[in-house]
């Protein structure tokens, strides 16, 4: 991951962690190798991307304030646990907590960071919705355009954690 960011020409404005990676099944039956896999990719590649991205937007001259964006892609399982998906939870719960304390810390540096809950089904190729529930899967775009707001945001009204969901969804 170091190399990866010390070959960019110049530190990034934005960075998004998006992946993830889910072991599922019965915790008494789930394999330890499973789970380490799951929570590396989950936590401590988002650990190791922060990190990277931080160290090289930290280098930026501020403009207005301002260094660069890092996102981090959150899920519901990060809020609360599901039966037979507790790699992914811990995976997730650890992420949120990552950019919890990254935005403490580098929020005052001028780099914004936040965690994107995003909560409810996404409308994929492949999926549908019910006829009789217009607008009950996440939308690409509308997600996509909640990630262009918070890189957008003014930083007198930084958000650190948002979350998105579909009418359909309960919290």
Same mark, same amino acid.
């Given at each position: 991951m170091k190399a990866l960011f010390?070959? *960019?020409?110049q530190p990034p404005r934005v960075v998004i962690y998006n992946p993830s990676m889910r072991a599922r099944g019965p915790i008494?039956? *789930?394999?330890?190798?499973?789970?380490?896999r799951a929570?590396?990719?989950?936590a401590v590649g988002a650990f190791l991307t922060g990190k990277h991205a931080a160290r090289r937007m930290l280098e930026a001259e501020p403009v207005?304030?301002?260094?660069?964006?890092?996102?981090?892609?959150?899920?519901?399982?990060?809020?609360?646990?599901?039966p037979q998906s507790a790699p992914f939870a811990m995976?997730?719960?650890?992420q949120r907590g990552l950019a919890e304390s990254m935005a403490r810390e580098l929020h005052p540096k001028g780099i914004h960071v936040a965690w994107i809950n995003i909560d409810?089904?996404? *409308?994929?190729?492949?999926?549908?919705? &019910?006829?009789?529930?217009p607008g009950s899967m996440l939308r690409p775009d509308?997600? &996509?355009r909640t990630y262009r707001h918070l890189i957008e945001q003014?930083?007198?009204?930084?958000?650190?954690?948002?979350s998105v969901r579909p009418w359909v969804e309960t919290f």
């Open positions: 010390d070959a *960019l020409p008494a039956e *789930l394999a330890v190798e499973d789970v380490r929570i590396e990719v989950t207005a304030g301002y260094r660069g964006t890092i996102l981090f892609t959150g899920a519901s399982a990060g809020v609360k646990g599901y995976g997730k719960f650890a409810g089904m996404i *409308l994929n190729p492949g999926r549908s919705e &019910a006829d009789d529930r509308a997600i &996509a003014d930083r007198s009204a930084w958000s650190n954690e948002v």
